[in-house]
């Protein structure tokens, strides 16, 4: 083999696939040995971790994955898929469009909590209780000038539906050992201090009680945000398909007998002589 080609074929480099003709191994496994033996949610696990996981950790996953696939129009990238499909472009493109919505504010809220999450339990491991541990969190999180604490609190729901079932689902699998319950405890302990803080309570939502799984599975926090993608991809293509099937054209955010409101200058006339004398 030349120089040349051992320069080419090294140009890109990775541990996840091997292919070639009439070979394809992900991760060392044939592909032919997984199809039909291996789920999806054991499939991303592979990929992303390099190991199979356990069949009940695999579950847990798709539990968490299944729980945040769709939140309506009035979720930014919901709308946007829909208003993108009628603007005459194809599936791929209205799915593109909104996934490039999903940034800090508006999908990034499960990394953030998991991060939120870490950095109590690294504080436990430092020596700190729990509560010592949440506290401290919380007090470095306010003294920095932010104020929505990720995971917690919801704008439409007075308590978020998916998230106490979420949670009764990990006290589930931590009961056989398919997770520690550790992050689990976190999550409550922080929706806890938070309550006593505000005199009012501010329950986990969806983003906090995903980002339990997450965490209690071992994912990193990274990593948790591309896991939220690959959920609300699948509510993303239901309603792109939904949208090009109802028809319509050009719509907007808002129906067209209604204006966005202008504060600007108001109505003047262009000057006939030279505006800058």
Not at 108 to 130: H, K, M, P, S
């Given at each position: 083999m030349t120089a040349e080609r051992n320069a080419s074929e090294d140009w890109?480099?990775?541990?996840?696939?091997?292919?070639?003709?009439?070979?394809?191994?992900?991760?060392?496994?044939?592909?032919?040995?997984?199809?039909?033996?291996?789920?999806?949610?054991?499939?991303?696990?592979?990929?992303?971790?390099?190991?199979?996981?356990?069949e009940r950790q695999a579950e847990l996953l798709g539990i968490a994955l299944a729980a945040a696939v769709d939140h309506g129009p009035q979720a930014p990238s919901i709308g946007i898929a829909r208003m993108a499909i009628t603007c005459g472009v194809g599936i791929n493109n209205a799915m593109a469009s909104a996934v490039n919505t999903l940034g800090d504010v508006h999908g990034g809220a499960g990394e953030q909590a998991v991060a939120f999450y870490t950095a109590i339990a690294d504080r436990q491991d430092q020596g700190a209780t729990l509560d010592e541990a949440v506290a401290d969190a919380l007090d470095g999180f306010f003294a920095s000038g932010r104020k929505f604490v990720p995971g917690f609190g919801h704008r439409f729901h007075p308590i978020d539906p998916r998230a106490p079932r979420l949670l009764a689902l990990v006290d589930e699998f931590a009961g056989d050992d398919t997770v520690s319950g550790r992050f689990a405890a976190i999550g409550r302990t922080v929706e806890r201090v938070l309550e006593a803080r505000k005199g009012r309570r501010i329950p986990m939502n969806i983003?906090?009680?995903?980002?339990?799984?997450?965490?209690?599975l071992g994912f990193p926090p990274p990593l948790c945000r591309g896991l939220f993608v690959l959920?609300?991809?699948?509510?993303?293509?239901?309603?792109?398909?939904?949208?090009?099937?109802?028809?319509?054209?050009?719509?907007?955010p808002i129906p067209r007998e209604y204006l966005w409101t202008y504060d600007g200058t108001p109505l003047r006339d262009v000057p006939t002589g030279d505006p800058a004398a």
């Amino acid at each position: 083999m030349t120089a040349e080609r051992n320069a080419s074929e090294d140009w890109w480099r990775t541990e996840i696939i091997e292919m070639h003709p009439g070979v394809i191994r992900l991760r060392g496994y044939p592909i032919e040995q997984l199809i039909g033996t291996v789920s999806f949610p054991a499939m991303i696990w592979l990929m992303l971790r390099g190991e199979l996981p356990s069949e009940r950790q695999a579950e847990l996953l798709g539990i968490a994955l299944a729980a945040a696939v769709d939140h309506g129009p009035q979720a930014p990238s919901i709308g946007i898929a829909r208003m993108a499909i009628t603007c005459g472009v194809g599936i791929n493109n209205a799915m593109a469009s909104a996934v490039n919505t999903l940034g800090d504010v508006h999908g990034g809220a499960g990394e953030q909590a998991v991060a939120f999450y870490t950095a109590i339990a690294d504080r436990q491991d430092q020596g700190a209780t729990l509560d010592e541990a949440v506290a401290d969190a919380l007090d470095g999180f306010f003294a920095s000038g932010r104020k929505f604490v990720p995971g917690f609190g919801h704008r439409f729901h007075p308590i978020d539906p998916r998230a106490p079932r979420l949670l009764a689902l990990v006290d589930e699998f931590a009961g056989d050992d398919t997770v520690s319950g550790r992050f689990a405890a976190i999550g409550r302990t922080v929706e806890r201090v938070l309550e006593a803080r505000k005199g009012r309570r501010i329950p986990m939502n969806i983003d906090g009680a995903t980002g339990v799984i997450y965490a209690e599975l071992g994912f990193p926090p990274p990593l948790c945000r591309g896991l939220f993608v690959l959920s609300r991809s699948v509510g993303i293509l239901a309603h792109a398909w939904e949208q090009s099937q109802q028809g319509g054209r050009n719509k907007g955010p808002i129906p067209r007998e209604y204006l966005w409101t202008y504060d600007g200058t108001p109505l003047r006339d262009v000057p006939t002589g030279d505006p800058a004398a």
